[in-house]
Nanobody, 115 residues
């Protein structure tokens, strides 16, 4: 059974930092591209950051220079480090694993940026 379990969300003030983690089980983690998506009510889910199995990374323009995605294949974990957070970063953040036609999602973790 495939599971992606996110952790680390919460409430943070504008300008603060937060990291969210996703630990996978039931997949050959090193073969998968891993991504973080986010969604706010009434809007489509958007890709925030992606890291390929080779370690290449991509970010949506709005988070470039502020967010960093990394992976630890030994721990089956992908981490999104978020710095200089803004109110518009508030969303439910979802972990995604993709390899060819296999796509899996985590349950989501809430990140709220507010004073």
């Amino acid at each position: 059974q495939v599971q992606l379990v996110e952790s680390g969300g919460g409430l943070v003030q504008p300008g603060g930092s937060l990291s969210v983690s996703c630990t996978a089980s039931g997949i050959m983690f090193r073969m998968f591209s891993m991504g973080w998506y986010r969604q706010v009510p009434g809007k489509q889910r958007e890709l925030v950051a992606l890291i390929t199995r080779g370690g290449n990374t991509n970010y949506v323009d709005s988070v470039k220079g502020r967010f960093t995605i990394s992976r630890d294949n030994a721990k089956n974990t992908v981490i999104l480090q978020m710095n200089s957070l803004k109110s518009e970063d508030t969303a439910v953040y979802y972990c995604n694993a993709a390899f060819l036609s296999e796509v899996y999602w985590g349950q989501g973790t809430q990140v709220t940026v507010s004073s």
